[in-house]
């Protein structure tokens, strides 16, 4: 067992039970053991590869992106790119060159991270040191500077922590970790329901909601209401809020249970885009999306992009295909149909690109 899991065991040896939201918020945010304070979890040494590790084509059509979407917001100088949890880096620099083709948005634009781990800090640090735009680091959003703002966020909302209720016995209780008689942790159940909760459902089945993402979302969209902007989420998840347990934790790429190893392995769960959607409205916003992150990326001109570093580098068109596939193919072990790509605007500004509808299709 992990440090931390140890830690957990000794506060529940009395009886006692934490929530899963909790757990989670412990597994990935504690201070000395959380797993993202801790390490760099990415690449094929780490736990898990996103989208911006996998090719550079990603973070420069979002680059991209974001010179089309000041463009559209009246291209206001000074404009705040402002990335939410940004990893390795990565992302933020191919944007950032390939943003290079709108030398009037490169000029206004000043770069926010926000992060909470200072081992990712670091990285991002070393990785933007020549990006050659002003770049400063935040722990929290809400210490962003104010004004016109477009925000990024990639695998960002899905490490949020989740409330989890389950059916039992005809009641919803709040989802919570024990210690069985070996000493183990193991899921149950609050002893009391909930009062509030009376949708119906089988026996088992599971509701998640989080209110840390619910919360976040809400502030978001009521600053870009407004201070003017937009948004774009990119994460796995779903468009329709449904029932089921999605907490999945990975370590070195392989499936692990949740509780094995907390601090030791990513935790996450499936966004609930349509819910982010409701916050974002209720406070003001506008919601493009959820789409595909295959049919946006499509949108976005991937598969010309692909096509042009291909013939640019003939020795990697291999690699440049397979990892194009891997961003929009919609099979098994493929990201195209499992995430999804979300935009959360002022109602000023109009559909961002890859949210247009698309004047080729009908509708
Ligand atoms: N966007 C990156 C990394 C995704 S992993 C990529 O696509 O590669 C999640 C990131 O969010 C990490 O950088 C992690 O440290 C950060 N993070 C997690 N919880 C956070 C929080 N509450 N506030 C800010 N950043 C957070």
């Known amino acids: 067992m992990s440090a931390l899991g140890d830690q957990i065991k000794l506060t529940l040896a009395k009886g006692g039970t934490i929530t899963v939201e909790r757990f989670m918020e412990l597994a990935l945010a504690d201070p000395q053991y959380g797993y993202y304070m801790t390490r760099d979890p990415f690449g094929t040494e780490g ?26 917001m009246g291209r206001p100088n000074p404009v705040r790119v402002i990335e939410l949890g940004p990893g390795r880096g990565t992302l933020m620099s191919d944007a950032l060159r390939a943003a290079r083709v709108v030398p009037e948005f490169r000029a206004a634009l000043d770069v926010t991270l926000i992060e909470t781990s200072p081992p990712l800090a670091q990285i991002q640090y070393d990785a933007l040191l020549t990006a050659g735009a002003p770049i400063a680091w935040r722990g929290s959003f809400a210490e962003a500077p104010d004004g016109p703002a477009i925000i990024l966020a ?26 069985n008689g070996a000493g183990e942790l193991v899921f149950g159940v609050a002893d009391k329901p909930q009062p509030f909760l009376n949708a119906e459902a089988d026996e088992g089945s599971v509701i998640e909601v989080s209110a840390a993402a619910h919360r976040f979302m809400f502030e978001l969209a009521a600053r870009l209401a407004k ?29 692990v249970g949740p509780l094995t190893e907390p601090g030791e392995c990513d935790l996450t769960a499936h966004v609930d885009f349509a819910a982010m959607a409701r916050s974002a409205r209720a406070a003001g916003a506008a919601v493009h999306g959820p789409i595909d992150q295959g049919d946006f990326l499509r949108a976005l001109g991937v598969d010309v992009r692909a096509r042009a570093l291909g013939e640019r580098s ?50």
């Open 227 to 255: 201070q003017g902007g937009a948004a774009l989420f990119l994460d796995y998840g779903h468009a329709v809020t449904g029932f089921g347990d999605t907490l999945q934790a990975l370590r070195a790429h392989i499936s």
């Open 154 to 179: 990639n695998e960002f909302l899905d490490a949020l922590p989740v409330k989890q209720f389950e059916r039992r016995g005809g009641q919803w209780r709040e989802r919570v970790v024990r210690l």
């Open 47 to 72: 736990d898990f590869t996103t989208a911006p590790e996998i090719s550079q084509m990603f973070g420069e059509l979002i680059g991209l992106w974001a010179a089309e979407v000041w463009t559209s």
């Open 314 to 363: 003939p020795e990697r068109a291999g690699e440049i295909e397979a990892a194009r596939r891997r961003l929009v193919g919609k099979g098994d072990n493929e990201m195209g149909a499992l995430f999804k790509a979300m935009a959360v605007a002022n109602r000023a500004v109009p559909a961002p690109p890859g949210f247009q509808p698309n004047p080729a299709k009908p509708a």
